[in-house]
């Protein structure tokens, strides 16, 4: 079994950044990806990014390139998303997931997810 715990969400203004972190436990990471996923009230669950935990090889969706950043920490087994230049539209839950072999931006390719953290970008 594989925990996921995210943190870092909150309330920030338009233009502004936060840090997400994604703390895993359980099962070595050696050959696991993360991903980063956020959902919207009514709309469904979608990719933002994702990294190879070997590799380092890194995909993030065209709607937050630019702005977002993924990164891990191989000894801390912790993953982050930088995001800045937030948005109103990126206002959503943010979730992280982990995967065997490579990354994936698919959210039904992921086995172990995280709770999840609320991020608010107010206009």
């Known amino acids: 079994q594989v925990q996921l715990v995210e943190s870092g969400g909150g309330l920030v203004q338009a233009g502004g950044s936060l840090r997400l972190s994604c703390a895993a436990s359980?099962?070595?990471?050696?050959?696991?990806?993360i991903g980063w996923f956020r959902q919207a009230p009514g709309k469904e669950r979608e990719f933002v990014a994702a990294?190879?935990?070997?590799?380092?090889?890194?995909y993030v969706a065209a709607s937050v390139e630019g702005r977002f950043t993924i990164s891990r920490d191989n000894a801390k087994n912790t993953a982050y998303l930088q995001m800045n230049s937030l948005k109103p539209e990126d206002t959503a839950v943010y979730y992280c997931?982990?995967?065997?072999?490579?990354?994936?931006?698919?959210?039904?390719?992921?086995?172990?997810w995280g709770q999840g953290t609320q991020v608010t970008v107010s206009s």
């Open positions: 997931a982990a995967r065997g072999g490579a990354p994936s931006m698919r959210v039904v390719e992921y086995e172990y």
């Open positions: 359980g099962r070595p990471f050696s050959s696991y990806a």
């Open positions: 990294i190879s935990w070997t590799s380092g090889t890194t």
